[in-house]
């Protein structure tokens, strides 16, 4: 069935370093991929997002991008700063379908 | 936009009783979700639903599940017998459009059967 796999599980970094989030997809029919951030007691809040059509999308300090080819999306936090602590999930649906598929998480750790 | 709404926050019960979940969607939000998930996870699918009809449900969704949405506007999900397995968030989600448009994530309940 459709999988999503994200790495690593957690990750620490220096506060002002970057940080980066890899997932790869198994549906070949996925073309929608949100970045999600959950922080402790709340749901997840959609961060960023990319479609098939793009290789890259930027906001500020956050990027993606995907390889559609290999299947692989990734999410980039430059300059990050301690309130960037917190839960990430990539996902990955259809476009014309219902259901999003989520990765298991990264715990990200900036340090001040 | 006053977001999605998931009532109550915290539910701690006893094993075998019946609880009741409640989520009410953004309102332009014609499709709404329930998720659950577990502790170092990502919410994992339940089930779907397009205005008032439940369109899908999860293999995960035992028969101890049942989920309503009686006039396409909020969202119940009744758990009977629970058991402590089912001990997890429950979150519910909304988006307007299909799978190319973002869900938006109510802040869930937490359910912890003793």
């Known amino acids: 069935g459709e999988n999503v796999e994200q790495h690593p599980s957690t990750l620490s970094v220096q506060e002002g370093d970057s940080a980066v989030i890899k997932c790869t997809y198994s549906d070949s029919a996925s073309n929608y991929f949100p970045w999600y951030k959950q922080e402790l007691g709340k749901g997840p809040q959609l961060i960023i997002d990319?479609?098939?059509?793009?290789g890259e999308k930027k906001d500020q300090r956050i990027a993606v991008t995907l390889n559609k080819t290999a299947k692989h999306f990734s999410l980039h936090i430059t300059e990050t700063q301690p309130e960037d602590s917190a839960v990430y999930f990539c996902?990955?649906?259809?476009?014309?379908?219902?259901?999003?598929?989520f990765g298991a998480g990264t715990r990200l750790f900036v340090k001040a | 936009d006053t977001g999605v709404s998931q009532d109550p926050r915290h539910k701690i019960t006893k094993r075998g009783q019946n609880v009741t979940f409640r989520c009410d969607p953004i309102s332009e939000h014609n499709r709404l979700y329930w998720y659950r998930q577990t502790l170092g996870q990502g919410p994992e699918f339940l089930t779907y639903?397009?205005?008032?009809?439940?369109?899908?449900k999860s293999r995960l969704l035992s028969d101890r599940f049942s989920a309503e949405r009686p006039k396409g506007s909020f969202s119940t999900l009744e758990i009977q017998r629970t058991e402590q397995g089912d001990s997890a968030m429950y979150l519910c989600?909304?988006?307007?459009?299909?799978?190319?448009?973002?869900?938006?994530f109510g802040n869930g309940t937490r359910l912890t059967v003793t």
């Open positions: 996902a990955a649906s259809e476009g014309g379908g219902f259901k999003t598929i």
């Open positions: 639903f397009q205005n008032e009809a439940q369109l899908e």
């Open positions: 989600a909304s988006r307007h459009g299909t799978g190319g448009s973002p869900l938006h």
């Open positions: 990319i479609r098939s059509n793009v």
